[in-house]
């Protein structure tokens, strides 16, 4: 986008908070809020005509849930980021919005400036979460899934791998963890697409850590 800034809609049915992270958004460099909706409904009737890179969305709405807004919006838009907003620290919702085709999840507790960076960090690739979320979903799903990375036949050091891919970490982040290098991350995550036959970080979450398949 060159020097172009990042054009931010949000999604939030309460008024006083979504005038917060308006202003919010408007004092942040290289960024500003193109449009506001105070429902899923609306968004998804004004969804042609929207040009945003990343949408702030809320998830436990009055008709069309946020979750269900992503889904739908992600048929047609393929190339819009969501980042899912919410009070509620819920494996369960947040792997479905996962599922459902968003790239990151955080607490409307967020400080500004972690908010601000994750809209950044969700921009160039990443798929953020605060630690207590990415905490959670990994302790949720690795028992379950155990067998399922097994069947898979990964090696220890491909599910620590998968285990911080699931987790949102970029891979400087999973090399600095395990003590590796950057490179031999990026070799592991190609064994682990190769293995489960899918072609990037989401597939392969999905593939691995869905439930009832």
């Known amino acids: ?45 004004r969804l042609p005509e929207l040009e945003a890179d990343v949408v702030l969305m809320d998830i436990n709405m009055p008709g069309k849930n946020g979750i269900e807004c992503v889904r739908a919006a992600k048929v047609t838009k393929p190339e819009v980021q ?22 990151g999840y955080l607490l409307k507790s967020t400080p500004p400036e972690e908010l601000l960076d994750a809209v950044r960090d969700i921009h160039k690739g990443g798929s953020p979460m605060n ?31 998968l285990d911080g891919l699931a987790a949102g970490l970029q ?15 990026r070799v592991h995550v190609r064994r682990i697409y190769s293995k489960l036959q899918v072609s990037g970080r989401m597939e392969a979450v999905r593939k691995v850590y869905a439930r009832g398949t």
């Not at 949000?10 to 429902?39: G, H, N, P, T, Y």
């Not at 630690?131 to 990375?149: D, G, L, P, Y």
């Not at 963890?177 to 991350?185: A, M, N, P, Q, Y």
Request: some cysteine; proline content about 2%; charged content about 30%.
């Open 1 to 45: 986008m060159g020097n172009s800034p990042l054009r931010i809609a949000i999604v939030e049915d309460d008024k006083e908070l979504r005038e917060l992270m308006r202003r919010r958004v408007e004092r942040a460099e290289q960024m500003k809020v193109v449009r506001v909706f105070s429902s899923g409904d609306e968004f998804l009737e």
């Open 171 to 185: 891979y400087k982040e999973i090399a600095d963890k395990f003590g590796l290098s950057t490179e031999t991350v």
């Open 82 to 103: 969501f980042l899912m907003l919410t009070i509620f620290e819920n494996p369960a919702y947040i792997f479905e919005a996962l599922c459902a085709g968003a790239t």
């Open 131 to 161: 630690s207590t979320i990415a905490r959670m979903v990994v302790n949720s799903f690795q028992k379950e899934t155990q067998q399922r990375i097994n069947d898979e036949q990964l090696s220890d050091r491909e599910k620590q791998v």
